[in-house]
């Protein structure tokens, strides 16, 4: 399985602690678990497990202002989601990793 070579598109920005540059061409975005059950107060995470998730929500700002100029700039935005079963026997003996104790 193969494809033409794209013309590389590099993109430098700074960092806080550098300044590092990227192809575009070969680059996407990765959003994991920005869902209701990691990040909102009547989320699983809060409501069973009792971790406080309000800085979950901090990058929901950001991301909802960069991701429409990444998309437009044809660079692919993935959203990566866990669902738990209605019976959670998919969540394991062990949720409290996710705790605050």
Do not use: Y
Not at 42 to 56: C, P
Not at 72 to 85: E, K, L, Q, S, Y
């Amino acid at each position: 399985l193969t494809r033409p070579a794209l013309t590389p598109l590099p993109v430098t920005f700074r960092t806080q602690t550098k300044v590092v540059t990227i192809d575009a061409r070969k680059t996407a975005v990765v959003v994991v678990d920005m869902q209701n059950d990691f990040c909102h107060a009547d989320g699983w995470l809060a409501q069973e497990v009792g971790v406080d998730v309000r800085g979950a929500r901090d990058p929901v700002e950001p991301l909802n202002a960069c991701l429409p100029e990444l998309r437009a700039g044809g660079i692919p935005v993935i959203w990566v989601n866990w669902g738990n079963r209605r019976d959670l026997l998919n969540v394991g003996a062990g949720p409290g990793h996710a705790s605050n104790g």
